[in-house]
T-cell receptor, first 115, second 115 residues
Framework: GAVVSQHPSRVICKSGTSVKIECRSL??????MFWYRQFPKQSLMLMAT?????????EQGVEKDKFLINHASLTLSTLTVTSAHPEDSSFYIC???????????FGSGTRLTVV | AQKVTQAQTEISVVEKEDVTLDCVYE???????LFWYKQPPSGELVFLIR??????QNEISGRYSWNFQKSTSSFNFTITASQVVDSAVYFC????????????FGKGTLLTVNP
């Protein structure tokens, strides 16, 4: 159990366009999902906490208008990178858990390249 | 504040050697959870273990073992008889009530197992 699916796994987009990344919990309901960003050879940086039915909570320094998060159902959270720029190129990964203190399952990640 | 320190940035061993990855954590909470994740070159994070602060028993799972010592705030991970497939980045992580159970990651240790 506790499978998290993330799509797409890779995406290349042009500067100025928007990209949507989906994160789905396949076999459980996730009231909370997390979005991380990882630069090459670095650790995971938490971007935001996605809450079902309410606004996401962003970490300090993360532009909420740039990284739009929607958690419309108990099994789906989306991250939209708006007006993407080359510096947004990174590895984005989501996670979810059945209960916040039970551990988290991670999606397979999305490698975004903005050209 | 929560903090996870993985002092070893990179470790290189020869196949069949034993290797220990160190993890030291800081938290003010008495209830907290510690995790280890494996990130192979493909990028996905693979959950290895979750340990709560009230359970100091060491754990063994096949070639993997974990040593949790609250006295030294350490949660070290040992791979016995390492294999090439063990090559990956390994992250130690902490979640506690003070962080609303969000994961705080260490910087990771890149383990390379050479044939």
């Amino acid at each position: 159990g506790a499978v998290v699916s993330q799509h797409p796994s890779r995406v290349i987009c042009k500067s100025g366009t928007s990209v949507k990344i989906e994160c789905r919990s396949l076999d459980f309901q996730a009231t909370t999902m997390f979005w991380y960003r990882q630069f090459p050879k670095q650790s995971l940086m938490l971007m935001a906490t996605s809450n079902e039915g309410s606004k996401a909570t962003y970490e300090q320094g993360v532009e909420k208008d740039k990284f739009l998060i929607n958690h419309a159902s108990l099994t789906l959270s989306t991250l939209t990178v708006t007006s993407a720029h080359p510096e947004d190129s990174s590895f984005y990964i989501c996670s979810a858990g059945k209960k916040v203190n039970y551990g988290y399952t991670f999606g397979s990640g999305t490698r975004l390249t903005v050209v | 504040a929560q903090k996870v320190t993985q002092a070893q940035t990179e470790i290189s061993v020869v196949e069949k050697e034993d290797v220990t990855l160190d993890c030291v954590y800081e938290t003010r909470d008495t209830t907290y959870y510690l995790f280890w994740y494996k990130q192979p070159p493909s990028g996905e994070l693979v959950f290895l273990i979750r340990r709560n602060s009230f359970d100091e028993q060491n754990e063994i799972s096949g070639r993997y073992s974990w040593n949790f010592q609250k006295s030294t705030s350490s949660f070290n991970f040992t791979i016995t008889a390492s294999q090439v497939v063990d090559s990956a980045v390994y992250f130690c992580a902490l979640s506690d009530r003070g962080s609303n159970y969000k994961l705080t990651f260490g910087k990771g240790t890149l383990l390379t197992v050479n044939p």
